[in-house]
């Protein structure tokens, strides 16, 4: 049987119309049937044959090559989303707010609508936003759907330039993607862009004594609560943000997360020693829906959560920055030198894959103290 020859489908942008791209290796016998497809076209500016992306057109392409080609749509048909959701609802009121600025470009309409459907973070939205502005600013006399892979290799040239982190380059390719792979509904549009290799930092801990010290030097009820929950539940600081009265249950000892990273719900602990700590906060402090609470009555903000960490450090006499996802990953490096199975770990963080948790394995000191120095040896 004669062997199937090649044909890879992808996405392009030609005279700002969705087209699909057939690349191929010169073949006579493909090359005529080619010929057939409706409305077929040559772009000197791609090197590639195209027909307009439309239903009737991809099932001609499947039909006419059928026995004869086998069709490689990975780069062509939706494939896993760009970049998973956060735990609480996206918000762009802020974006559509923002006073015009001379001469810059803001997002299309369509970008900031298509991640408030998708629900990302309003985290996420933050960065997706400055990120892709300074991509279409940069090339700010260019309509955005006239720019194509080089254009974009040449921006992340500057940012590499500029000493930009891989952390940001990453980014900013994810949320250049985002336009033309979610925003205009051409998957894999750009998926042999370079990313920079992935760096394999080790989660920052301190010891169990410092935490202890840090929640004995808050300067009040409600401080101490929020230092305590971060470290004993191993929440991350926008699962503090978005608890709610009745995500705690005192009977059995677990902290309902409801939609974590990636929406996902899980239970974790609560410290019973914890509880008379939070019963007597609720007294003093009353709050209504949230736990935690801001003067306005909505949630507790990220930023006041963050100088509430950094301030009781400093006041403990803790030399290094502590953050509050520190507290998180002391929590989980804690839990693994107690013994605790890794598999229950991430469970308690919930973590998709045990990958993920098994980082904690090299800043755990369990295993290490076994290991007799040198020096004392």
């Not at 926008?238 to 995500?247: A, G, P």
Request: hydrophobic share 35%.
């Amino acid at each position: 049987m004669e062997k199937l020859h090649n044909i890879t489908l992808r996405h392009f942008l030609i005279q700002d119309e969705k087209c699909i791209g057939l690349l191929f290796y010169p073949n006579k016998v493909i090359q005529a049937l080619v010929k057939e497809l409706p409305g077929v076209s040559w772009s000197a500016e791609h090197q590639v044959v195209y027909v307009k992306n439309t239903p009737e057109n991809l099932s001609s392409i499947y039909k006419l090559f059928r026995g004869v080609a086998w069709i490689n749509n990975r780069y062509f048909l939706k494939n896993k989303p760009i970049a998973t959701k956060g735990n609480e609802k996206g918000d762009i009121s802020w974006v559509e707010k923002r006073k015009p600025r001379n001469g810059w470009r803001f997002c299309p309409r369509e970008y900031l609508q298509k991640l408030e459907l998708k629900r990302y973070s309003a985290s996420t939205i933050k960065v997706y936003v400055g990120c892709f502005e300074k991509f279409i600013n940069h090339y700010k006399d260019q309509e955005i759907n006239s720019l194509n892979e080089n254009d974009i290799r040449e921006y992340l040239s500057l940012l590499v330039k500029k000493g930009s982190s891989n952390s940001y380059i990453n980014q900013a390719i994810n949320s250049i993607k985002f336009y033309f792979e979610i925003v205009l509904d051409m998957p894999n549009r750009y998926y042999e862009i370079e990313r920079p290799i992935k760096e394999h930092k080790l989660p920052k801990v301190i010891s169990k004594e410092e935490v202890l010290l840090m929640i004995k030097n808050t300067p009040n009820i409600k401080h101490k609560c929020i230092v305590a929950l971060l470290y004993s539940a191993g929440l991350r600081r926008s699962e503090l943000i978005n608890l709610k009265l009745t995500d705690i249950d005192s009977k059995r000892l677990l902290i309902r997360v409801e939609g974590a990273k990636g929406n996902k719900d899980r239970y974790t602990l609560l410290a019973n020693s914890l509880l008379k700590d939070l019963r007597e906060y609720y007294k003093e402090w009353r709050p209504s829906k949230w736990l935690f609470e801001s003067p306005s009555g909505g949630p507790y903000s990220a930023s006041s959560i963050r100088q509430i960490i950094e301030n009781t450090a400093k006041k403990s006499g803790i030399k290094k920055k502590v953050t509050p996802h520190m507290l998180r990953h002391s929590f989980a490096t804690h839990l693994l030198d107690n013994g605790t199975d890794l598999r229950n770990i991430q469970a308690l963080l919930g973590h998709n894959s045990l990958k993920t948790t098994e980082i904690y394995t090299h800043v755990a000191a369990k295993d290490f103290n076994k290991i007799k120095n040198l020096l004392d040896s």
